[in-house]
């Protein structure tokens, strides 16, 4: 516990269960009050909201589809009259459990728009008020290893079919529009950066990642390692508290070492 996010309000999408409930956790023991956003999960986010009124900060668990521009309007003025401002906006939410599925429509209205509009919810209020951040979940998906040896294909195998990768594009389209928006907001001390979590073990990473792809990129990693959803809350706290005040348009990755940036 610590009083790194003392007096402020976040939001964090997608955070009913999985990585975004740590980052909601991890905020509210540095002193914020958390909204929590989410869809279809809604009703395990009960236990955050309970995790964080036992830690002493205000809870709020909203019921929205990031992909309705309407839905996060009503979502964004909520939490304004039920916790009384707004300061920082963790865009985590994403087509992760149902990655092996989604349409590419779906990824862009989701992953990619899904920022957009709650972005765009929000920055009216950190726009009046001459401060805030807003953390961008992207991921190593956006930077694809060459993971050879994971699928061999025999030698007669026909030629694969080329397909838009709805997950990896759309996380990278998030790092461009990360710095556009830092770009646009920065003015009014409004900052914007995006986080690239490697390999967590979340309940969705557990479902629907193979284990020979887990497996091969905790071998091919720096420190032999994947991450669990709190490993990642401390690069988040960083983005969303004062530690970063100077910090805008970057990209962070927290990945054990499996992808070097230049
Ligand atoms: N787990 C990993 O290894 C990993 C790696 C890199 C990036 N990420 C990203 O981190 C984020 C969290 O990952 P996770 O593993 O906890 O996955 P997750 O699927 O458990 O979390 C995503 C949450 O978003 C919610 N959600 C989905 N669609 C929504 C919508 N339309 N409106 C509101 N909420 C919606 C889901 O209900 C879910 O609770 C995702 O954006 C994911 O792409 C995860």
């Known amino acids: 516990m610590g009083d790194r996010m003392e007096g402020k309000v976040c939001i964090v999408t997608g955070a009913a269960q999985g990585i975004g409930a740590a980052y909601a956790c991890r905020l509210a023991s540095e002193g914020a009050d958390v ?9 395990q986010a ?16 909203l019921k929205a589809d990031v992909a309705d521009p309407g839905a996060m309007g009503e979502m964004a003025r909520t939490v304004v009259a039920e916790l009384g401002r707004i300061d920082c906006l963790v865009n985590n939410a994403g087509l992760m459990f149902d990655q092996l599925t989604a349409t590419w429509e779906q990824f862009l209205a989701v992953n990619f728009m899904g920022m957009v509009n709650a972005s ?46 709805g997950y990896g594009l759309t996380k990278w389209m998030i790092i461009f529009q990360t710095r556009e928006m830092a770009r646009t907001l920065g003015v009014r001390n409004i900052r914007v950066n995006a ?38 809350t401390g690069v988040v706290l960083f983005l969303a508290s004062d530690d970063s005040a100077k910090m805008t348009g970057q990209t962070l990755v927290n990945d054990a070492g499996t992808w070097f940036t230049g």
């Open 35 to 43: 909204a929590i956003v989410d869809l279809t999960r809604i009703d």
């Open 195 to 232: 986080v690239c979590p490697g390999v967590t073990m979340s309940p969705a990473t557990k479902a629907v990642v193979p284990q020979a792809i887990v497996d091969r990129l905790t071998e091919v990693s720096a420190l032999r390692s994947t991450l669990e959803p709190e490993d990642m």
């Open 46 to 61: 009960r236990e955050v909201v309970a995790a964080i009124e036992a830690m002493g900060r205000r809870a709020l668990s």
């Open 120 to 165: 765009n919810a929000v920055v009216p209020y950190l726009w009046e008020q001459r401060s805030g951040s807003i953390i961008n979940i992207s991921s190593t998906a956006a930077f694809p290893l060459p993971l050879s040896g994971v699928f061999t294909a025999p030698e007669d195998a026909p030629a694969p079919s080329v397909f838009p990768h």
